[in-house]
């Protein structure tokens, strides 16, 4: 071995490693500063990434052993990784993922959507990128040109570097991350990558990009699973009743702890329902938070169990259309709409709700002069809304809503519940705050319960949690109050996963009680209202009653014996089929998914009217009435952002600069509503005001244009 030249070798891997991990983030991140700041506030994610950069680096020198072969390619792929990821954070608001580069199509319809991509200033900087790289490969001293040790050293160095790989990028061994403080923040991944840095990131979500594909799984399977499905008429039932979905940001019952009273019962309305109407319990995916896993199963009839354990399914999972009950009902003759008090891109559900069939999604950006219950938009908002929604469609209404008014942290001080019983005060105060924030979830449910018992619209209500609140770390209020000890038995994980489920109607006379699966509540919603209109459902309502609960293969322990069922199996191969898949269940039919006209809000953008006014001799401005007018939105005058104040719902106001006095029927006025991201979800444009006046005039909008 010449350790002379080897020592030359590994001095240009460490410099390297070094200068790929500051330029991709550099690039990726579009100026030095915010590298700065990360390398120093966030040494861990730091330390970490030039730990992987360094043994990737070390694994392709035991492979090519010439180190211009190894600088060329570690260059390139850190250049394109970084580039590629800051042109489609700045498209789409999210960084480059692994799964990403399955979607070829995707990609390409992206640089087809974005011509601006390819143009002079990016060809100019990836010209000056592929010079640099050649140059500082042609500049590697001739001592360290080539590695030089026996193949014994070279598998030794090799197995090292693959063992830290693997362990700094896999769930399996989570040790060095764990004592680094490094956390995967799949649920929001920009924040992944900006805390944890761009390459830490990209190879940390390589764990969840394939999935194995069942040992049964062909098409002669799917097959003989779709001629022992029941053939029934999926709509013999004529009533279309309005169908609204609630799920209620952490709604649970914490009277089910025995050794907690309450000073009242937080949701007294839920619980009277309870006695009347069908209810029970769905046991859920997730605790304390990754809310859309629920949300995944309920829409979809997909199960969390069947996909690696941490996964994101909206992140994840949901790249491209795919059947839902938003899909399934509008076919039906629904308007499908996704209700959300948040915002629009949370969670990716700006494109989730699009690719799952709604037809539109109302997100927290549109919720006007919304009241507020701490941080977040009050559940009673979300009622409001439903009820008006409802009274102005004239099909029937699927409504799916998420909630967000009791998300934690519990820590509100103005508690009108007390609790007693064998807590810390730290616990105690947690629990107090949860179950006060719980009476505004029972009153929402009221409001809708009030309004639709008095419709003559037939109507079901399906309410339940998406998760249990997370109180404290480490399950903190729960084993104080002796609920439970250290969650290592089956008995316990479906207590902590299980969330109360209500339906309520005003025209079905059967009262049942159910405690399954939540990706069991779709089949069995459709399956009552007789709007099954899907194989796949069709399947899984039966299955609801012979096999409700599915537990995680690991972690049900000596418990998941009947998991192993035939149609339990059944049912992973029809998932596999679905989202990764060849699509047999289909029989080469898919059924139409997505609309082309789905828009975020709650109209489409437009400017009705504009009336140009002026206050005895003040500035002249323009009053501008429409729909989907909001606060926030942003007012342009012929390019140029103009200073504007929000009325009333559906009406802005913007004053006229003195330029524009005299040219009244010639300016070009557009709306935009810009998101927390600066990302326009929103827009509308009219071109020249053909009638004016200097003291009041109502002006019709005759030229115009809505953009989404």
Not at 628 to 649: D, F, H, K
Request: with cysteine; proline share 4%; aromatic share 14%.
């Amino acid at each position: 071995m010449n350790k002379h030249n080897n020592k030359y070798y590994f001095a240009v891997i460490i410099l390297m490693s070094l200068f790929i991990v500051i330029t991709s983030e550099w690039i990726h991140r579009g100026s030095f500063h915010p590298v700065y700041d990360w390398i120093f506030k966030n040494s861990s994610g730091f330390f970490l990434s030039y730990l992987l950069v360094f043994c990737l680096m070390t694994l392709l020198s035991v492979i090519f052993l010439r180190m211009r072969v190894v600088s060329f390619l570690s260059l390139t792929l850190g250049f394109f990784i970084s580039l590629v990821s800051s042109i489609k954070t700045d498209l789409r608001g999210e960084p480059l993922l692994p799964w990403d580069i399955l979607l070829m199509s995707e990609s390409l319809d992206i640089i087809y959507s974005f011509p601006g991509v390819m143009n002079l200033s990016t060809v100019v900087f990836v010209l000056s990128c592929l010079l640099l790289i050649f140059f500082i490969t042609a500049c590697i001293s001739k001592h360290a040109y080539q590695l030089k040790s026996g193949c014994f050293t070279r598998g030794i160095i090799a197995l090292c570097c693959f063992l830290l790989v693997f362990a700094v990028s896999s769930n399996k061994w989570p040790h060095v991350r764990n004592a680094l403080g490094i956390e995967i923040i799949s649920w929001d991944q920009k924040e992944n990558y900006s805390t944890n840095g761009l390459l830490l990131s990209f190879f940390m979500n390589f764990q969840w990009i394939f999935i194995e594909q069942p040992s049964e799984y062909n098409k002669d399977k799917i097959e003989a699973v779709l001629k022992n499905i029941e053939r029934k008429s999926a709509c013999e039932d004529a009533i279309n009743p309005n169908i609204i979905m609630v799920m209620s940001e952490a709604f649970w019952d914490p009277c089910v702890m025995d050794n907690i009273s309450f000073s009242e019962d937080p949701i007294p309305f839920f619980r009277s329902l309870q006695k009347t109407h069908t209810s029970g319990w769905l046991q859920v995916p997730v605790f304390g938070g990754a809310t859309v896993n629920t949300e995944f199963e309920v829409l979809t009839a997909n199960s969390m169990h069947f996909l690696p354990k941490g996964s994101i399914s909206y992140a994840q999972y949901v790249r491209g259309p795919m059947d839902s009950l938003a899909s399934i009902l509008a076919r039906q003759g629904y308007r499908s709409t996704a209700i959300h008090s948040y915002h629009n891109w949370f969670y990716g559900r700006n494109e989730v709700y699009k690719n799952l069939g709604f037809n539109r999604f109302i997100s927290g950006e549109f919720f006007g002069d919304a009241e507020y219950k701490g941080d977040y938009i009050a559940d009673t908002e979300i009622s409001r809304m439903i009820i008006e929604e409802t009274q102005k469609s004239e099909e029937p209404d699927f409504i799916f809503a998420v909630t967000m008014q009791n998300h934690g942290p519990y820590f509100v001080n103005d508690n009108n519940i007390t609790v007693d019983g064998t807590l810390s005060e730290e616990g105690k105060h947690m629990l107090e705050s949860y179950a006060t924030g719980l009476t505004g979830a029972d009153n929402s449910l009221r409001m809708l319960v009030d309004y639709f018992k008095k419709s003559d619209e037939p109507a079901i209500i399906v309410f339940w949690g998406d998760h249990l609140p997370l109180l404290g770390e480490n399950y903190q209020v729960y084993k104080e109050a002796g609920f439970i000890n250290n969650l290592n038995t089956a008995r316990e994980y479906k207590m902590m996963y299980s969330v109360p489920v209500l339906i309520w109607s005003n025209y079905l006379p059967k009262r049942d009680t159910i405690d399954f699966s939540s990706s069991y509540l779709g089949p069995y919603l459709l399956s009552i209202t007789g709007k099954c209109d899907s194989e796949y459902m069709k399947y899984l309502y039966p299955l609801s009653e012979s096999m409700p609960f599915i537990f995680e293969y690991e972690t049900v322990w000596g418990e998941n014996e009947y998991n192993k069922n035939e149609m339990l199996e059944a049912y992973r191969s029809l998932q596999y089929d679905i989202i990764f898949g060849k699509k047999y269940l289909y029989c080469g039919n898919e059924p139409q998914v997505t609309d082309p006209e789905y828009f975020i809000g709650r109209e489409q953008m437009n400017i009705d009217k504009i009336i140009c006014s002026q206050e005895q001799e003040q500035e002249l401005y323009l009053e501008l009435l429409g729909s989907s007018l909001v606060p926030g939105s942003r007012i342009y005058i012929n390019g140029e952002l103009q200073p504007s104040e929000y009325i009333a719902e559906n009406w802005l106001r913007v004053f006229l600069a003195e330029k524009n006095y005299d040219e009244l029927d010639k300016l070009d006025i557009k709306i935009s509503l810009l998101d927390s991201r600066n990302n326009v979800i929103a827009e509308a444009m009219t071109q020249h005001l053909l009638e004016y006046s200097n003291t009041s005039l109502g002006i019709s909008q005759q030229h115009s244009s809505s953009k989404f």
